[in-house]
């Protein structure tokens, strides 16, 4: 089991049954343990042409249906395209759950050793 496969299990047990977002490599195990859960019964994914878009179709989604909404971006700014969506929803005190991938941190060493 991977650390994706376990959050998507979390997610399978908090009831969660849609993740809307745009994909990303840093995002690239995630989205394939959602496929598998997607397989067996759990959240289906929802592409989205934008983050905000997404963090925005999750906040109204909860709205609606008073279930938490989630939504997933890859690290940079797709992780900031979110913060409107997101802050609209902790305006409103709506349960949302933003996920985001992290960069290595080798890699966040080496790019910021040769700045």
Do not use: W
């Amino acid at each position: 089991m991977t650390l994706s496969d376990l959050i998507v299990e979390y997610l399978e047990q908090f009831g969660v049954e849609y993740v809307f977002g745009v994909p990303g490599s840093p995002l690239g195990p995630l989205f394939d343990a959602l496929v598998r859960s997607e397989n067996r019964g759990g959240p289906r994914t929802i592409l989205t042409r934008h983050e905000t878009g997404g963090a925005f179709i999750a906040d109204g989604y909860a709205r609606e249906t008073g279930k938490i909404g989630v939504c997933c971006a890859t690290t940079g700014p797709g992780a900031t395209n979110m913060i409107t969506g997101v802050a609209s929803a902790y305006a409103d005190h709506v349960p949302l759950l933003a996920i985001t991938a992290q960069t290595s941190l080798p890699t966040f060493s080496l790019v910021s050793c040769q700045a």
